[in-house]
């Protein structure tokens, strides 16, 4: 199996990391969990991430197969769209999009013109599923618990991990979104962490608590070890009654709104109205 290159970036106003993931002795990559600028006072978007995987992607000369997702996000837009206009590649997502689309077309009531079947993107993945970029080769893990739609991409000795799980001193993913289930999310995590110690974890997000600086790369071995939510002596009961109460206590995400009626749809904006503007729908008192 070919070794691969992994390049991150970092979205500081969603503490979000995108991977640009290449095949080591060849041209071809992945890109996984990218991030559109957006700015919720204003309503305007911006590409400037985005602008810079761009230039990462063609000052190496290399070319585009996926643009992966790990699950409709809620605190950031995807620039799936915008990398694929840029430089080509097919949208990728799991299959249990389909379940959160099917969520969020009655929170925002869509219309019958919203499809629920996942055909907003190019391709649906399901559980075990492989991809290839060249010479190299992932699997696709389904891992729900935060969301119904979550995967896990495995390329060779590293896995992304989506929201599944963060660094060891920031713990575990919220479980409070429709569909999303602490005990559910307890299983997900410990199938990653039974892969063998030495696997790269990957973060999409990371908050630096406690002023450290961010990081986005750490091992199975570690999370067993220190991760504060889901370590070896972390019991299911104990995490769900744990993760329970702590989601009773956390506040919505300030994007969910915005971001997940973009994601849904997979990236693309809402039609543009008669007077060539696309608008987002905010729900009083509903959500």
Same mark, same amino acid.
């Given at each position: 199996?070919?070794? @691969? /290159? ?26 996984? =969990?990218?991030?559109? =600028?957006?700015? $919720? ?9 985005? #602008?810079?995987? @761009?230039?990462?992607? /063609? ?40 379940? @959160?689309? /099917? ?53 060779? #000795? ?20 429709? !569909?999303? #289930? ?10 990653? %962490? ?17 002023? +450290? ?10 999370? +067993? ?20 109460? +702590? ?5 919505? $995400? ?19 109205? !008669?007077?060539?503007?696309?608008? %987002? ?5 509903? @959500?």
């Amino acid at each position: 199996m070919a070794n @691969v /290159r992994i390049e991150h970036f970092f979205h500081p106003d969603s503490f979000t990391y995108t991977y640009v993931v290449a095949e080591e002795a060849g041209e071809h990559c992945v890109i996984i =969990d990218s991030a559109l =600028d957006y700015d $919720p006072k204003s309503g305007r978007t911006a590409t400037i991430a985005a #602008d810079e995987i @761009v230039a990462h992607v /063609r000052d190496n000369n290399l070319v585009v197969d996926w643009i992966l997702e790990t699950h409709p996000h809620a605190d950031h837009i995807t620039a799936a769209p915008y990398l694929k206009e840029q430089l080509g590649g097919r949208i990728g997502i799991g299959q249990g999009v389909c379940q @959160v689309q /099917r969520n969020f077309k009655a929170v925002f009531n869509l219309g019958a013109e919203f499809a629920i079947d996942g055909s907003q993107f190019d391709h649906l993945f399901a559980e075990g599923e492989r991809f290839s970029f060249g010479a190299a080769s992932g699997e696709v893990w389904s891992t729900p618990g935060h969301t119904p739609a979550c995967v896990c991409y495995l390329i060779e #000795d590293a896995v992304f991990v989506g929201d599944t799980i963060f660094m060891p001193d920031f713990g575990s993913a919220r479980c409070d979104f429709p !569909d999303g #289930d602490a005990r559910t999310l307890f299983h997900s995590v410990k199938r990653l %962490l039974a892969l063998p110690p030495a696997t790269r974890m990957f973060m999409c997000h990371d908050y630096g608590p406690g002023g +450290r600086e961010y990081r986005w790369l750490t091992t199975v071995a570690e999370q +067993r070890a220190d991760n504060k939510h889901m370590n070896d002596g972390v019991g299911e009961e104990e995490f769900v009654a744990m993760r329970t109460a +702590r989601d009773n206590e956390l506040d919505m $995400p300030v994007l969910l709104l915005p971001a997940v009626q973009v994601n849904i749809r997979g990236g693309a904006f809402p039609p543009a109205e !008669d007077n060539g503007v696309s608008y %987002l729908k905010m729900p009083l008192n509903a @959500v």
